[in-house]
């Protein structure tokens, strides 16, 4: 069973502070959601965790089985065990969907192991077909002239592919129909094990009708400002967040976009990784 902690974190952003002091706390075995308003540090915590180069920890600790995933590149918290499925999924022109997933699943081998070509073609085929993709799909490149469902299966499609201990899923749901939505819910909800557990960024609880987590957080402000588990979902469900303000006294947030996106997480100008 693996850990990740999430320890008094404060983020700022192009000298705007958005998290305020962020604390959660996860296991391998368990499924968390995020829900908030918009503009309360959902993606601004998905794109921390992962270590977009644009967004600046002030203080704070995020470890992994005791870790500190701050301290690492990109590259080495995805061979850690971290995995980001991309608010905006970006196309690669020129790179098959089968040569980037290999290619990323090598990478967290030793330097003398390689994949079995045969073993990965058949889980590959399985993922696609549980995903219900076209079998096309390994010799198309990575999300090149795909809808947005497509793009947002891909993403899942690689989670189950790399097998991660913890994969941060940033609103999956958003471009889904209904029954992409089920398909997305029912596969990531069917990972959950002692070795992967998710953390889910949604606004709309008809996800949860597939994923079943363990914690919903509330974020507000820059913080988690409320857990709790079903019964919170259904009370957002039906009386939005203004009961919660009110309880808390809080001001309405005021939107704070971020002109960055996620689909360029690991892309520096100046080739430095924070």
């Not at 998905?46 to 701050?70: C, F, P, R, W």
């Not at 001001?251 to 360029?264: E, F, I, K, Y």
């Amino acid at each position: 069973m693996s850990k990740l902690q999430i320890i008094d974190l404060w983020v700022k952003v192009e000298d705007k502070l958005i998290l305020k002091g962020v604390n959660l706390e996860m296991n391998t075995g368990e499924i968390h959601v995020i829900m908030g308003p918009n503009g309360t540090g959902k993606s601004t915590l998905a794109s921390t965790i992962m270590g977009h180069y644009k967004y600046e920890v002030v203080q704070g600790q995020i470890l992994l089985d005791g870790e500190d995933v701050l301290s690492m590149s990109v590259d080495e918290r995805s061979r850690k065990g971290l995995f980001l499925a991309m608010q905006y999924p970006s196309e690669i022109t020129g790179v098959t969907n089968s040569d980037f997933i290999k290619t990323a699943m090598e990478t967290r081998l030793a330097e003398d192991e390689h994949i079995s070509l045969f073993k990965f073609i058949r889980s590959l085929d399985k993922a696609t077909k549980e995903l219900k993709m076209n079998s096309d799909l390994p010799h198309r490149y990575v999300n090149v002239g795909f809808s947005g469902g497509e793009k947002k299966r891909n993403e899942i499609l690689q989670m189950k592919m790399l097998q991660p201990k913890f994969a941060i899923l940033d609103e999956i749901d958003s471009g889904l129909d209904v029954d992409a939505l089920r398909i997305v819910g029912e596969n990531v909800n069917n990972m959950k094990s002692d070795s992967f557990g998710a953390l889910v960024i949604t606004h709309y609880e008809r996800l949860l009708d597939y994923i079943k987590p363990d914690y919903v957080h509330v974020l507000m402000g820059g913080k988690v400002v409320r857990t709790g588990k079903n019964e919170l979902i259904e009370k957002i469900d039906r009386e939005g967040y203004d009961w919660l303000k009110l309880e808390l006294g809080l001001v309405d947030d005021a939107p704070v976009r971020a002109s960055v996106s996620l689909g360029t997480c690991a892309i520096n100008p100046s080739n430095k990784v924070k």
